[in-house]
């Protein structure tokens, strides 16, 4: 049945991107995210709308209807220091359940390549010794279902293990975080209550590459060449219902059903929280970096600000109809509020 119901999902999404993509093509609207909601959707995808290959020029840029707003790209060299980074915070509403994650930011290099890059070549060695890996000018890196492309740094938090070297139990979690107790959450060891200061990306993906210990957990069918030319895998998954966390006990073990929905024992990027899949409704797995100009009223819906602060809740609710299982909460540099978690989940 998973096999049927793959490929007749997969053909419908071909066929509906085919045509989508053809018509943006001979229109010249093919603009980023921007220009699929306006021309495709017939709306914009600000905030004060929405409740619910790896190509960084699908950024979304473009004028607002919200306060006059222009969003605009800046050279990432003229950004103060504080500018430079984001905070993230991450902790677990799950009582029973520890949560297993694959945490990947990445920021690609200003310049020829990518003009509305992030990173000042200037501050390479600073994205380096905060664990981003380069990947130079001209290379690529496959990366689970991902092909990116350089120059380009990428960051895989703890490289997915469950545990740090000499863990046991709940002892000396890293890309994981405990049960919570009762009512309280549990934070992230690292991604602390205050939030952890890393380098700014311009996209935030949860994404399990099948490496190392994810391997075990890994249930999606992804690509076995995304750097290719593609055709060979007729099989594939889609982008967004690629593996992005699991619920696991103490032994990283899944406590659920290896289906997608209610009882589910993983969650994909359709099931985060103003993920491109969840709010805009297109094969964009991931968060991104706003340019310039961006605030609270004109921030797209899966946007995060310059040094701002994102707020990660893991939850395990299985409803239905069901609601974003990973919920983010989105500040600017100032504090205001530009994304608030989803109103079906249990914060206010």
């Not at 220091?81 to 009582?95: G, P």
């Not at 863990?167 to 919570?180: E, K, N």
Request: net charge negative.
């Amino acid at each position: 049945m998973r096999s049927q119901l793959g490929m007749l999902r997969r053909s419908g999404l071909c066929l509906l991107g085919g045509l989508v993509a053809s018509w943006l093509l001979v229109s010249g609207c093919a603009g980023g995210d921007f220009a699929y909601y306006q021309t495709v959707l017939g709306r914009t995808p600000f905030s004060s709308y929405t409740g619910g290959s790896a190509d960084p020029q699908a950024s979304g840029d473009g004028s607002t209807f919200f306060e006059g707003g222009t969003r605009t790209n800046v050279d990432p060299c003229s950004e103060p220091n504080a500018r430079k980074f984001v905070r993230i915070s991450m902790r677990n509403l799950a009582a029973d359940d520890y949560i297993h994650y694959f945490l990947v930011l990445i920021a690609y290099v200003n310049g020829e390549t990518y003009p509305t890059g992030a990173v000042c070549p200037d501050d390479i060695d600073l994205y380096a010794s905060y664990g981003y890996q380069q990947i130079p000018e001209g290379l690529q890196e496959e990366f689970g279902n991902l092909c990116i492309e350089g120059p380009a740094l990428l960051y895989f938090h703890y490289d997915g293990q469950f545990r740090r070297s000499g863990g046991v139990g709940g002892a000396q979690l890293a890309s994981a975080i405990g049960p919570a107790q009762g009512t309280n959450a549990t934070y992230d060891t690292f991604f602390t209550s205050g939030g952890a200061t890393v380098p700014i990306p311009d996209r935030i993906y949860f994404h399990n590459p099948n490496t190392g210990e994810g391997r075990a957990l890994h249930i999606s069918w992804s690509s076995s060449s995304p750097c290719g030319e593609g055709g060979a895998d007729l099989l594939v998954d889609p982008d967004c219902d690629q593996d992005s966390f699991y619920y696991v006990d103490e032994s990283d073990l899944i406590t659920g059903s290896v289906a997608l929905g209610v009882g589910s024992g993983r969650r994909v990027p359709s099931e985060i929280q103003d993920t491109g899949c969840e709010c805009i409704g297109f094969q964009r797995p991931y968060q991104s970096l706003a340019p310039l100009g961006t605030g609270a009223s004109n921030a797209m819906c899966n946007e995060f600000l310059r040094g701002g602060l994102i707020e990660y809740v893991f939850v395990r609710e299985d409803t239905n109809p069901a609601y974003p299982q990973l919920l983010w909460r989105v500040t600017d540099q100032s504090g205001a509020e530009v994304h608030h978690f989803d109103s079906r989940g249990p914060l206010p």
